[in-house]
């Protein structure tokens, strides 16, 4: 079993930044592909950022591209998402997820990962 912790979320003014953190423990495979996905009340779960089998391979949404960064700390066993420049529209429920055998094509599709965290709240003010 995996587990995944996230933390970091708040209350930002929109421009702002946020870094979120998501603590991996577990037995793991040694190159799990880890994402970030987005909630928004009244809204699917959307696909934000990845990478893909532990490799330095990074995919993004459009809607987030040039403002976030999603990055991994293997000594820490801690994947990151480094927000900038933050909009209201970014406002939701920020989930860490994980799988070991997805491939690429799925990489932006929730029902293929396995393993999620908890959530923490981005709420961005205009």
């Known amino acids: 079993q995996v587990q995944l912790e996230e933390s970091g979320g708040g209350l930002v003014q929109a421009g702002d930044s946020l870094r979120l953190s998501c603590a991996v423990s577990?037995?793991?495979?040694?190159?799990?592909?880890m994402a970030w996905f987005r909630q928004a009340p009244g809204k699917g779960r959307e696909f934000v950022a990845a990478?893909?089998?532990?490799?330095?391979?990074?995919y993004y949404a459009d809607s987030v591209k040039g403002r976030f960064t999603i990055s991994r700390d293997n000594a820490r066993s801690t994947v990151y998402l480094q927000m900038n420049s933050l909009r209201p529209e970014d406002t939701a429920v920020y989930y860490c997820?994980?799988?070991?055998?997805?491939?690429?094509?799925?990489?932006?599709?929730?029902?293929?990962?396995?393993?999620w965290g908890q959530g923490t709240q981005v709420t961005v003010s205009s």
């Open positions: 997820a994980a799988d070991s055998r997805l491939i690429l094509s799925s990489i932006a599709t929730a029902t293929q990962y396995d393993y």
């Open positions: 577990g037995r793991t495979s040694s190159r799990p592909t």
């Open positions: 990478l893909f089998r532990g490799g330095t391979n990074t």
